[in-house]
T-cell receptor, first 114, second 113 residues
């Protein structure tokens, strides 16, 4: 049973560029959440997708957008990259109907903006 | 607003017991989670509390008091491999339908021999 997978593992971009990160949820999961984790900090919630719609959003600018596909996989897009966007981007999946809605995290994508 | 506080760092020795505290303020509490994160890796789930009381799972236990906005993670019989960051996270359902987790900054635990 595959867990949450993310691609790419590492990415280097320059300021002003655009980036797309990808996530495949754990088998059987239907909800995908994205988090940004700066060095030495806890993960910060970006947004959550369920039934191909963004249903909850954290305090991130519109430069951050996403998508969920019919197979429940998801993409995170960031436009006009800033140096401050350098971070570990974590994808987490869960199953909506389970009582605890425990979220399983992928290994993350390390984004460096130069 | 939402606020989660936990100590930045803690140290302990092998075989000892350590308690990591977490206090939170949220308007729509809907569960508290503890995650373990080793350096350079993804967070892994440790425990979930939604009702008051103690949840025990092997060497790890987690306690919740909703009236006090307080939780702790108790680690017994510490091992070197327990050296990691421990993240307290609250699920806040106020005003939105999602299940986002709001994380604290994490507590870095160092276990020495």
């Amino acid at each position: 049973d595959a867990g949450v997978t993310q691609s790419p593992t590492h990415l280097i971009k320059t300021r002003g560029q655009q980036v797309t990160l990808r996530c495949s949820p754990k088998s059987g999961h239907d909800t995908v959440s994205w988090y940004q984790q700066a060095l030495g900090q806890g993960p910060q919630f970006i947004f959550q997708y369920y039934e191909e719609e963004e249903r909850q959003r954290g305090n991130f600018p519109d430069r951050f957008s996403g998508h969920q596909f019919p197979n429940y996989s998801s993409e995170l897009n960031v436009n006009a990259l800033l140096l401050g966007d350098s971070a570990l981007y974590l994808c987490a999946s869960s199953l909506e109907v389970t009582a605890g809605n425990e979220q399983f995290f992928g290994p993350g994508t390390r984004l460096t903006v130069l | 607003g939402q606020n989660i506080d936990q100590p930045t760092e803690m140290t302990a020795t092998e075989g000892a017991i350590v308690q990591i505290n977490c206090t939170y303020q949220t308007s729509g509490f809907n569960g508290l989670f503890w995650y373990q994160q080793h350096a350079g890796e993804a967070p892994t789930f440790l425990s979930y509390n939604v009702l008051d009381g103690l949840e025990e799972k092997g060497r790890f236990s987690s306690f919740l008091s909703r009236s006090k906005g307080y939780s702790y993670l108790l680690l017994k019989e510490l091992q070197m491999k327990d050296s990691a960051s421990y993240l307290c996270a609250v699920r806040d359902r106020s005003g939105q339908a999602g299940t986002a987790l709001i994380f604290g900054k994490g507590t870095t635990l160092s276990v020495s021999s």
